[in-house]
């Protein structure tokens, strides 16, 4: 099946510093990726749509200036959180649709941001 | 506005007997329907899905789910638990018109699955 990778799967930052999330399809094109946030025993929150070659389309409530999407080809996009304070910590996870293929989405392993 | 609705939060059964996991839905028409399972820190891994035909579908790992388009249903289910299936449970719904930006995924709360042995 179609496999996608997320790096990193651990990372501290200290407080104030910016750290950036990448998201990649393996072995198929992904027009579209979507970046999530789950926080502790909760379920997924849609923070954005990132379509590839355009501006990401943020979600209510997502600061778009504080989670920088780009998606600059078919097989990569980048969460960048910028200026981390200790609030922002979470696990994101990202997942991508196959090009013309129905809604199925594949998921990365997610990445555990923790902010000190 | 689409909705999915999984009742239960936590779910204990003991190794070997059977499991079902509730999800029910709110959508404007027939959606397309998803179980993803996640372990501990990690991402989701697709069970099964439904996007049209058979109202029961077979999915990975012995799991299996049937639509149940009266009831605005799509429950999992597993005849014999392993203790391997301990895990977080979402039930997921997705449009069924492919727009740009319209397909995006709305997440049940999820179901923590408890395995005793």
């Known amino acids: 099946g179609a496999v996608v990778s997320q790096h990193p799967s651990r990372v501290i930052c200290k407080s104030g510093t910016s750290v950036k999330i990448e998201c990649r399809s393996l072995?198929?094109?992904?027009?579209?990726m979507f970046w999530y946030r789950q926080f502790p025993k909760k379920s997924l929150m849609l923070m954005a749509t990132?379509?590839?070659?355009?501006?990401?389309?943020?979600e209510q409530g997502v600061e778009k200036d504080k989670f920088l999407i780009n998606h600059a080809s078919l097989t990569l996009s980048t969460l960048t959180v910028t200026s981390a304070h200790p609030e922002d910590s979470s696990f994101y996870i990202c997942s991508a649709r196959t090009v013309g293929g129905p809604t199925e989405a594949f998921f990365g392993q997610g990445t555990r941001l923790t902010v000190v | 506005a689409q909705s999915v609705t999984q009742p239960d939060i936590h779910i204990t059964v003991s190794e070997g007997a059977s499991l079902e996991l509730r999800c029910n839905y709110s959508?404007?028409?027939?959606?397309?329907l998803f179980w993803y399972v996640q372990s501990p820190g990690q991402g989701l891994q697709l069970l099964l899905k439904y996007f049209s035909g058979d109202t029961l579908v077979q999915g990975i790992k012995g799991f299996e789910a049937e639509f149940k388009r009266s009831q605005s249903s799509f429950n999992l289910r597993k005849p014999s638990v392993h203790w391997s299936d301990a895990a977080e449970y979402f039930c997921?719904?997705?449009?069924?018109?492919?727009?740009?930006?319209?397909?995006?995924?709305?997440f049940g709360t999820g179901t923590q699955l408890k395995v005793e042995l």
């Open positions: 990132s379509n590839e070659g355009s501006k990401a389309t943020y």
């Open positions: 997921a719904v997705g449009p069924t018109i492919l727009t740009g930006g319209g397909n995006k995924l709305t």
């Open positions: 959508y404007g028409a027939t959606p397309y």
């Open positions: 072995d198929f094109q992904a027009t579209t």
